[in-house]
């Protein structure tokens, strides 16, 4: 496989072609973004985190019957994954209110949700990435009902699995963002990344954030909590 040249560059990664049109190269950097890109800087070491993490998550997801388009790590900060059209959908899920559900409907932040919800929202950043419900996603033609489905079904148990699982490493999985992608075929399967970027981890002792919310609100010590959720789950 040889790496070729640059395709597209977004807040956190740059994609790269590869000698096979299938499969493209992933690259993780540093750089954060926060507020829609009004706020930037860099989180040192982020990019070899998520990375690493992400690669290591889907694995075990894709174990457990959830498809993805992971292919293999080349390095710290690249991953060769299958190409894929992503549907233009922020798929979110949440176990505990945080973030812009408490802001948008005025539940303190760490209410338990009596059950897991998802949400849409159209990836769009000149209209802010809106929150849509899935019959606007039908009527904007972003998806099919089939696909919905399907992205519906992966995304409650992509919840199920990574919720037992990081409690194994003290790890209360608050909610988070996945996005999904087309195979040539059109199988739809998880794509983007699984990190402290995309998803709120808070200690399932202290309550402390071990994710970008630090970054998010200036509160500071999100390398060492980037750092801390890599040695728990991988062990360095
Ligand atoms: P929210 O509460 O701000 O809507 O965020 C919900 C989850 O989605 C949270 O785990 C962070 C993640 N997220 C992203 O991955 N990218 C984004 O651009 C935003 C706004 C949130
Ligand atoms: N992706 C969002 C932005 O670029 C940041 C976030 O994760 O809140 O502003």
Redesign the pocket.
Request: no cysteine.
């Given at each position: 496989m040889e790496k070729r040249e640059q395709l597209y560059e977004g807040?956190?990664k740059k994609v790269f072609a590869t000698d096979d049109p299938a499969l493209v190269v992933v690259d993780y950097k540093d750089d954060?973004?926060?507020?829609?890109?009004?706020?930037k800087g860099t989180i040192r070491g982020k990019g070899v985190v998520n990375n690493r993490l992400t690669n290591n998550l889907m694995k075990m997801l894709a174990e457990k019957g959830v498809p993805t388009h992971f292919v293999e790590e080349l390095s710290e900060r690249e991953t060769l994954v299958k190409k894929v059209e992503i549907v233009p959908l922020e798929v979110i899920v949440r176990n505990v209110a945080a973030g812009s559900f408490t802001k948008r409907l005025g539940v303190p932040e760490g209410t338990v949700l009596k059950i897991p919800t998802i949400e849409f929202s159209y990836k769009n950043d000149a209209y802010h990435d809106p929150l849509i419900n899935h019959y606007h996603a039908l009527a904007l033609g972003l998806a099919v009902q089939e696909e919905i489905d399907t992205i519906t079904k992966y995304a409650f148990r992509v919840n199920e699995i990574l919720s037992e699982y990081l409690l194994g490493f003290g790890i209360r999985l608050i909610d988070f963002?996945l996005e999904f992608g087309r195979l040539p075929d059109g199988t739809i399967v998880l794509a983007d990344e699984i990190s402290p970027?995309?998803c709120r981890f808070w200690d399932a002792k202290t309550g402390a954030h071990l994710d970008?919310d630090l970054f998010?609100r200036d509160l500071g010590g999100e390398e060492e909590a980037y750092q801390e959720v890599m040695k728990r789950l991988l062990g360095e």
């Open positions: 807040k956190a954060a973004t926060a507020g829609d890109g009004a706020k963002k970027d995309t970008k998010r």
